[in-house]
């Protein structure tokens, strides 16, 4: 993976030769992940109700940010006067972006795909918001997260489309393309490419035959958890 390497390591410690179970070692720029880890959310760069010293009394390792409103508020101005992310909420550990995709479901109402990317209606204001690939690399690298990922197209789990299921799952690998030519910062920050498919195991499998042909760290798995039965969600992660 060349100079990529650098902002991520992974080092399997055990394995259950039963189930393949396994815990591990993430090394990332801010902090040492020990895996399987729980990652709270902290929507637009904090917790609520929890300060960051707090989280770290917690023996907390990692938090999640979400790109589109982070772009929003407090804006990749303010963020890149701050010094990214980190220095803005005043946390030393590991950080992680989405990209901006997930509110393709939760604000579908305000939102219109194209193959130029999503546009948004602010749920602020009411502006027009227009999420490229590009535009969220650009923000995910203002921000600094030690992982971020790629935007990618999403469905809602449930749906049953089965030609808006491939557009989409198609898309989302052009997208990659593209995210990855925008990334300015590879040896600092890792880019996660997200398999997409819904519930089809063939488009699964297309997704993540595309996605492990690109120099990454790591992978990410999307479209789930939306609503779809356990029975159904388990073997499109095996």
């Known amino acids: 993976m060349g100079a990529k390497s650098l902002a ?3 080092h399997v410690k055990a394995e259950c030769k039963v189930s393949k179970a396994r815990t591990g070692l993430m090394k990332l720029p801010h902090y040492e992940v020990k895996t399987p880890v729980f990652m709270p959310v902290g929507t637009q760069g904090t917790m609520k109700g929890l300060l960051p010293d707090q989280l770290e009394n917690l023996d907390c390792e990692i938090i999640l940010g979400n790109t589109y409103h982070l772009g929003n508020r407090p804006g990749t101005e303010v963020l890149t006067k701050a010094g990214g992310l980190h220095n803005f909420m005043g946390w030393n550990r590991a950080l ?12 579908l109402k305000l939102a219109e795909i194209t193959e130029e990317g999503v546009k948004f209606r602010s749920p602020y204001d009411d502006s027009e918001i227009m999420l490229t690939p590009e535009k969220s690399i650009e923000i995910q690298n203002c921000i600094g997260a030690d992982i971020i990922m790629q935007l990618d197209d999403v469905v809602q789990t449930t749906f049953q489309d089965y030609d808006r299921i491939k557009e989409a799952t198609e898309r989302t690998s052009r997208w990659l393309d593209r995210c990855l030519a925008a990334h300015q910062r590879p040896t600092e ?9 819904l519930l089809n195991p063939e488009l699964r499998s297309q997704s993540a035959k595309e996605h492990m042909t690109k120099d990454v760290n790591g992978f990410a798995i999307g479209g789930l958890s939306g609503g779809e039965a ?7 992660t095996l």
């Open 230 to 236: 356990k029975d159904d969600f388990w073997p499109m």
């Open 8 to 10: 991520l390591s992974f």
């Open 96 to 107: 992680l972006t989405d990209s901006g995709g997930f509110q393709m479901v939760s604000l």
């Open 189 to 197: 920050q890792s880019i996660f490419p997200i398999v997409q498919g």
